[in-house]
């Protein structure tokens, strides 16, 4: 037999949950009829919901013997909920979904089938639209891929999600990636295989709301570039640099005119700033050094199905 692990992060997903259970099984049921080779296992993790996520997992462990689940003591990031599950996973292959609908259950079968034989290391979706997406986040989307992967050797798609069908191989690959911030982007590409793509329309949210705003998407680009490149370092030596001629030309001009005062403000300024700019983006490394070195738990955890089920059976239940 073969175990198929499916791991799902779940932040305040209390109304599209149901929905999701009831699609995945209807899914898995066939495929355990294609396939009878497989057996499935649900790793769901909480991420610190204030909703009740919690309770419907609870309720889904008291039902289906298959359901496990990780509560984290916070919001720890979909990265770090991926992370949990990904680590705790005991399947022989790993597929990685939202919650919400967006990674549509029924490409699992189409999944397997690429990475069944061997034929494939890993199986994802592609988007080849950003239909329902306001133009402003498409616009960034596309500067974003453009810019990664102009300054980084880590080749990230443009369209490429977070639904991964993997082999055990790629799983164990992943988790020996143990950095603190967590780009999995750039993490699924970094460590190579043989990855097939498969095109799909972009599908809306189930139920409930995005937990991304604009910011939180900035941010985790920013996170993304300083991850997986070193380039903004160069930029930085490079402004350095023009600004030094620049200087030195400016103080060529002053003391030929003799008007030294309106050039050297403008001197100033110019420096001043630059100065900022280089002294930010080495802060940036700096900061996520410092995270690194300090060794800290990706997530951690509060309650597990195990312990749950443990309890109740101790309390007599
Ligand atoms: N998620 C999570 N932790 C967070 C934010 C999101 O585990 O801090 C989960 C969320 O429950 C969903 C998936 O990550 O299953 C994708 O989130 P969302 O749908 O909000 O993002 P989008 O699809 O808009 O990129
Ligand atoms: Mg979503």
Redo the contacts with the bound molecule.
Sequence with gaps: MKLLSIV??????EEVLPLFYEEITKVTSQMAETYPELDFEFLF?N?GSKDKTLEIFRSLADQDRRVRYISFSR?F??EA?MYAGLSNAKGDFVVVM???L?HPPAFLPEMYSYVRNGEYDCATTRRTSRKGESKVRSWFAMKFYKIMNRISQTEIVDGAQDFRFMTRQMVDSILEMSEYNRFSKGIFSWVGFKVKYMPYENVE?AKGT???SFWGLFRYSIEGIIAFSTAPLLVAIILGMISCCASLILFIIAIICASGGLALAGLITLIGGLDMICTGILGQYMAKTYLETKGRPIYIASETEESYRSKKAASGL
Excluded: F, L
């Design positions: 799902v992060p779940c932040y305040n997903e993790i991420d919001n990031g979909k909920g939202d919650a919400d967006q949210r995005t937990s991304w």
